[in-house]
């Protein structure tokens, strides 16, 4: 209790919970704890609703036999948590206090405070920081196939990575694109057998292996013309004509605000303890807890995300519960 400001007067403005991020875990721990009354106000942050919402058919989420489009199960999970009593707001994380509760979120213009805090900032795409990529994004290069797929139509284009992104991607592609090229730095693919099969298999798709992008073509015209390649073995370079690159290579997670506030490991994700507890200097931070894609380098699953945002809100209403709340 002696961490909670005592005066009833500062009590209402201060916050039982804030999640911070409205992704598949962050929209689960509201769902949790608007059920146990906590009125959580989730922060949506720089990309509201997640990966999901710009992903197309899930095909793994337990319960939906014929699989559920991502933007529909995140609105189907704002719903759910706002039924219960849930506030979403736009906006984003500029500043935070975690010195000591209850810790202060500068968000926008506005100063929240709360009692305890839910990180679930998810993780963004991730790019291979050219100069001539950066140069060119939205003038033909893309990290989001949903979103700007349709201006690939009857186009040749590219498509980088080896992962299931890349391969989700490179499919989804095929209904607007003439021709994608699959560019994959490796000689191995990362991706799960079942979609590198669906790939292979598909007539409009090409790969190529043990190739790196090394210049996107078309910085001057500001219009993608190609991609400058180098073969990894043979250190051949050759030149891919393509109107449009799209990135699948993973993601970083969303942490770079908690460095020195929380331990993260070397990559930049959320060091946890017992799953969902932060922790600074290896010791537990009492009242912060992780979930989703921001600590969760192995599985980064819809529904292990789902699963880590339920844990952290049972663990918020628990120490809400033992400091006498
Ligand atoms: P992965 O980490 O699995 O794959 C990343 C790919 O990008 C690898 O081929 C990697 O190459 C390549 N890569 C990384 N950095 C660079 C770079 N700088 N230049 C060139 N290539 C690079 O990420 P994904 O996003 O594909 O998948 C993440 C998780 O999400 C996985 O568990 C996956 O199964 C899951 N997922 C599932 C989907 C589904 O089931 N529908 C859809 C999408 C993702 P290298 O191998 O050389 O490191």
Redesign the pocket.
């Known amino acids: 209790m002696s961490e909670i400001i005592a005066t009833s007067a500062a009590q209402s403005l201060i916050r039982d919970t804030v999640i911070l991020g409205s992704g598949c875990s962050g929209l689960t721990a509201a769902i949790y704890a608007a059920r146990s009354n906590l009125k959580p106000l989730v922060v949506e942050g720089h990309e509201p609703g997640g990966q999901l919402s710009i992903t197309t058919l899930v ?2 989420f337990p319960g939906w036999p014929d699989g559920i489009q991502g933007p529909e199960l995140i609105e189907n999970m704002k719903k759910q948590a706002t039924r219960f009593g849930a506030e979403l707001r736009m906006g984003h994380l500029d500043r935070i206090d975690l010195s000591q509760p209850p810790f202060r979120l500068q968000i926008g213009s506005e100063e929240v405070l709360t009692r305890t805090l839910i990180i679930a900032s998810g993780a963004s795409a ?1 790019w ?1 920081n050219l100069p001539s990529e950066q140069a060119l994004i939205g003038y033909g290069v893309s990290s989001c196939a949903t979103c700007d797929g349709f201006f690939a139509s009857g186009k040749e284009i590219a498509v ?7 391969m ?1 991607e490179a499919l989804f592609l095929t209904r607007f694109a003439k021709k994608v090229t699959l560019v ?3 000689e ?5 057998k079942i ?1 590198l099969e669906r790939a292979i298999a598909h007539p409009q798709i090409d790969f190529m292996t043990n190739t ?1 992008v090394e210049e996107v073509l078309g910085v001057e015209e500001k219009d993608v013309k190609g991609l400058r390649l180098k073969n990894r073995q043979s250190g051949e370079e050759s030149t891919l004509p393509i109107s449009f690159m799209f990135l ?4 970083e997670p969303n942490a770079k605000a908690f460095r020195g506030l929380i331990d993260l490991d070397p990559d930049g994700y959320i060091l946890t303890q017992n799953d969902v507890y932060c922790t600074l200097n290896g010791q537990v931070l009492p009242g912060v807890y992780a979930c989703g894609d921001i600590q969760d380098r192995r599985y ?2 819809a529904i292990t995300a789902a699963g880590s945002g339920c844990m952290a809100a049972l663990e918020v209403e628990k120490y809400l519960e033992d400091h006498g709340r």
């Open positions: 095909e793994n991730r291979l980088i990575g080896g992962g299931d992104s890349a989700e994959n730095r490796s191995q693919f990362r991706a799960s979609m790196t699948g290579i993973g993601h980064r699953q």
